[in-house]
């Protein structure tokens, strides 16, 4: 690699980390506290700004903050229309969720994070809620275990992804007997004694067997 790809690899990694930074809890910035939140001069900040606008990935508001763009619709709807599982695996998904009362999750592996792309909820009053889409770092909790190799197929955790939440968790293998996902049951840690712990290992094994057997089928067309 020579000096300017890296240079411009390293450029594209800034613009990502910039357009990471927004959020559902943050979705404007001032330049100000965008460049203090970045750790980048902030004529880089400015630059790599300039870039994003170009191509609709962020927007300057007539006040002067900067929001996401327009642009960034349509990686939504392709991010969508490619990750849509099969309605066969929703269904597993939604029984599972009704015959244990927890939220139900799905998660893949994205380079060194995990990420949901599917959830159903549980029916208790008091459930644990993430949100499709929602990445936690490699290892982190029973899926990421699962996901990092380091779980085998199952796994089972108390205080994470949070304080007072457990998760019980099983891996989805594709046709090769790879790990393609990790399906996680997860509520509150007062739900999760022995008994019910065993009990949700069977099921959530059982309910990873059946999409492993349906396939997760993301579109690749």
Known sequence: ?????????????????????????????AVKDLTAASGLA?????????????????WTRPD????????????????????????????????????????????????AVLVCVAQQEGSRAIRHVGRVGDELPLGYGPAGQVLGGGGGDTAVGH??????????????????????????????????GDAEIAALTEAVGRASRRISRIGLGTRTD
């Not at 880089?44 to 994003?52: E, G, M, N, P």
């Open 1 to 29: 690699m020579t000096a300017d790809d890296d240079g411009g690899v390293r450029s594209v990694l800034r613009a990502f980390d910039l357009l990471a930074l927004f959020t559902e809890h943050r979705r404007t910035w």
């Open 42 to 58: 902030k004529t880089t900040v400015l630059r790599l700004i300039a870039s994003c606008e170009q191509r609709g990935l962020l």
């Open 64 to 111: 002067g903050r900067i929001t996401v763009g327009p642009g960034m619709l349509r990686w939504a709807q392709l991010a969508n229309t490619a990750w849509q599982l099969p309605e066969p695996v929703r269904q597993v998904l939604r029984e599972l969720a009704g015959d244990c009362g927890e939220t139900v999750n799905l998660y893949v592996r994205s380079t």
């Open 159 to 192: 205080g994470e992804p949070e304080a007072g939440a457990s998760s019980v968790a099983a891996a989805v293998h594709d046709g090769e007997g790879r790990v393609l996902a990790a399906l996680a049951i997860t509520g509150p840690t007062s739900r999760f």
